[in-house]
């Protein structure tokens, strides 16, 4: 039984995809699962041991370079290696949870019977003429929750005995720049970068928080994707009386950071989701979005704070972070 999962960007939902896996690898337990995803975000269903085989795309590189041949037999191999000669349902099932024009396109390109949201749930309506099945899963449920009934529904099977679980471990992270500095499991990563100024914190913010942490006995390490993230990082540590700021780290280091840490603060971004996938406790802020519909899911000790337009106030996270700590 061979089965396709397509959800390619961004992050948090690659993420909010991984306990699909899990329940498909716990009900079919000789499934081959397969998954379609962006090629920067490849590494993540990588570490989940119910996924045989990951299949990269490229469609933000394709579009900046639609007509070059380089572009066109990428997009060749990609239907080649979703495609059986032999076979005209290749995939028992090809399920798209991300619910788009350019996922449902990609799923069309598998040989296999496709199962989406219907057009009336589907964040692009148009998407469902593209799928065999479609499944009218509601809108005002976590993005965790729709992917899970969203392939229940396509296999077939329930999930009421079905525990949440991404699946997931990271590698031990191999890391003299940590281990120089911090002792081992004696730190929380501070994720202060986010695709949106709507969605940041105040630095001075940041920085009580930090200190207060470092007054808890934990030094604070501090990542950063672009080099302005990381300069913003380096800013910040050097105000901390006990913190780092990481290097530059891909997808799998930055997994291991975040495995090895006391408590995960961070705000609306992919990286906190992946904290909390791996089982850390984990403490997100939100300012610019409902975290009912996309906030960290999982334990008792993964806590949203804020809402759309109300950020969490300074000593409010500060309680919720030293809570979490212990």
Known sequence: MRILLVKTTSLGDVIHNLPVASDIRRVFPQAEIDWVVEEGFAELPRLHPAVRR????????????????????????????????????????????????????????????RFGFSAAVAREPLAARFYDHCFAIPRNLHAVVRNRQLAAAALGYALDDLPLDYGIAAPPLQADWLRSKVNEGDYAVLLTATSRADKEW????????????????????????????????????????????????NLTDLAGLLAGARVVIGVDTGLVHLAAALGRPTLALYSASDPALTGVLGTAAHVNLGGFGTPPGVAETMAAALQLVG
């Open 54 to 113: 990951v299949i990269p795309v490229a469609v933000r590189r394709w579009r900046k370079a639609l007509l070059a041949p380089a572009t066109w037999r990428e997009i060749g191999n990609y239907r080649h290696s979703v495609r059986h000669p032999a076979s005209a349902d290749f995939y028992a099932a090809v399920i798209d949870t991300q619910g788009l024009l350019k996922s449902a396109l990609i799923a069309a390109q598998a040989r296999g019977k």
């Open 202 to 249: 105040p630095e001075d913010d940041w920085l009580a928080l930090g200190k207060a942490l470092n007054d808890a006995g934990l030094a604070c390490v501090l990542p950063g994707g672009s080099a302005s993230e990381r300069s913003r990082a380096s800013r910040l540590a050097a105000s901390l009386g006990h913190a780092v700021a990481a290097p530059a780290l």
